[in-house]
């Protein structure tokens, strides 16, 4: 059945479409809602320096409830925000609430963490973002030191000319710059170089067969070894095992996210979670 068929596009969804295409066009319509219903909230996963076991840092990670499907995961929904442009709004609330919610646990009990945003291509890509960053700075009164921007490789080189101005007026306002999910992509080494990053994250997937795989323990050797090069702070992202943490710390890893330290938590079960992270410092090794 083609589009030309049904003059009328909705028509033709409720006439002729299939159930992904019924459960996509659903979910649309919800997300246009869900964040003046405030559905959306945030939750925190720290990031471990691995020499001194403190908490420097804690990650965004976005998470939608709704009323009737539940929990939807930002793998789920954030490439459908980025398809209907609801991501800029969807994005915009989540440097706002970040921000403040950091600035709020400087000022009572962590004067020195830091949060990491995730930002998507699109997001990236637009105008406006420049100013949103700002704007969330300014609502939060937070020191843009204490934020760091998360990208992926493929946001980054999608039109590496504008990220590179974009990512350079991040740097200089004192915003930090972090490649997100790295091995994954396909970007050629040559890009790193000219690339204004002050933080790679070794996708999980490398970390995942650490222990019982040496080619992985090779590569991510040569990234850390990379990263001492280009003066670049490496995170290993998805730590799971005692196992892994340990041979992170051997391989001379700066930081270390994961399960094994943290699951991510809410607003309230972080607050909490806090003195566990903090013990299990103590427990490695
Ligand atoms: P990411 O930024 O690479 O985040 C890491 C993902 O791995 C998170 O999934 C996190 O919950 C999960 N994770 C952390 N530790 C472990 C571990 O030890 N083992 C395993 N198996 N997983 C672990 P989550 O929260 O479902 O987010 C998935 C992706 O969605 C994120 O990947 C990020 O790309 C995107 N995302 C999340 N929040 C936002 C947001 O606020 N804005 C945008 N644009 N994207 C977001
Ligand atoms: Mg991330
Ligand atoms: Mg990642
Ligand atoms: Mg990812």
């Known amino acids: 059945r083609s589009k030309s068929q049904g003059g009328n596009k909705i028509t033709y969804y409720s006439t ?21 219903k405030n559905e959306f909230h945030l939750y925190y996963q720290p990031l471990m320096d691995l020499k001194s076991g403190e908490i420097t840092c804690i990650e965004a990670l976005i998470r939608w409830q709704h009323p009737l499907i539940g929990l939807v995961s930002p793998a789920q929904f954030i490439p ?39 930002v998507s291509a699109y997001q990236f890509q637009q105008h406006t973002f420049l100013s949103k960053v700002m704007e ?9 030191a204490s934020l760091s921007l998360e990208l992926t490789e493929s946001a980054m080189l999608k039109d590496i000319g504008y990220s590179i101005s974009i990512m350079k007026s991040l740097q200089e306002l004192g915003v930090k710059v972090s490649m997100d999910d790295f091995g994954t992509g396909y970007s050629s080494l040559s890009y790193l170089r000219n690339l204004p990053i002050d933080t790679l994250k070794i996708d999980q997937s490398f970390i995942k067969h650490l222990h019982d795989d040496p080619s992985n323990i090779a590569i991510v050797k040569a990234i850390i070894t990379m990263g001492q090069g280009l003066a ?10 005692h196992e892994q943490m340990n041979i992170l710390r051997d391989l001379d890893c700066h930081y270390a996210q994961g399960y094994y330290i943290q699951k991510p938590l809410d607003t309230a079960a972080f607050e909490q979670g806090f003195r566990t992270v903090e013990n299990i410092a103590y427990t490695v090794k």
């Not at 609801?86 to 400087?106: D, F, M, N, R, S």
């Not at 969330?136 to 843009?144: C, D, G, K, N, T």
Request: proline residues 3%; contains cysteine; charged residues 20%.
């Open 136 to 144: 969330a700075l300014h609502v939060s009164r937070l020191a843009p």
């Open 16 to 36: 002729g479409m299939n159930d992904q295409a019924m459960v996509r066009m659903e979910l649309e319509s919800y997300l246009r809602k869900a964040l003046e």
């Open 232 to 241: 670049v702070s490496i995170v290993a992202e998805g730590v799971e095992t």
């Open 80 to 118: 459908l925000a980025e398809e209907t442009g609801l991501i800029e709004e969807i994005g915009a609330w989540v440097l706002t609430t970040a921000c403040v919610q950091t600035k709020y646990w400087q000022q009572n009990g962590f004067p020195n963490l830091g949060i990491s945003v995730n």
